[in-house]
């Protein structure tokens, strides 16, 4: 979900408390705190050698105690944290991320909201890694993964960068 969409979302009805849903089928503690609003900017090569860029509005997200102390974050709320963040967040089109702890920090994409006036539910979703040049690695393409010839991924003198 795009930063615009996520947005519109949350002015629709923003006395509506959120609800986050994790995609294991746990939820993030209702009375979670966002304690960042942040424009995340990576550039990295891939295993194939070609450079590449990402970018994302990544909400970070914080439960300062095992026991509910009554806080509850509105949509219209988030939506004003948002609007202080304008002039760090290059772009509406930025894909919205909630970042969690539960043993590990995570990042999970927001994949849809629903809501009504009462309660506005974020469904997030799984990140996963992958293998970017699978043509040049032989991953998927028939070819072995160990093959020198590959360009990538292989033993042989021609490979590159993986690991």
């Not at 506005?120 to 032989?138: I, V």
């Amino acid at each position: 979900m795009k930063l615009s969409e996520f947005k519109t979302h949350l002015g629709v009805h923003p006395e509506a408390q959120l609800i986050i849903s994790l995609p294991s089928g746990g939820s993030v503690p209702r009375h979670f705190h966002v304690t960042e609003v942040g424009h995340v900017a990576r550039k990295f090569v891939d295993c194939g050698g070609t450079f590449r860029a990402s970018e994302s509005c990544v909400l970070q997200t914080w439960t300062g105690s095992d026991q509910d102390d009554g806080h509850r974050l509105t949509a219209g709320k988030l939506k004003s944290i948002l609007g202080l963040a304008h002039s760090i967040l290059p772009s509406d089109d930025l894909p919205m991320e909630i970042e969690f702890e539960d043993g590990v920090v995570s990042q999970f994409p927001v994949e849809a909201i629903s809501g009504s006036p009462l309660e506005l539910h974020l469904q997030l979703g799984f990140k996963h890694t992958d293998c970017l040049a699978k043509d040049l690695c032989g991953v998927g393409g028939g070819k072995d993964v160990g093959d020198a010839d590959s360009g990538c991924c292989g033993s042989g003198a021609g490979a590159k960068g993986c690991g």
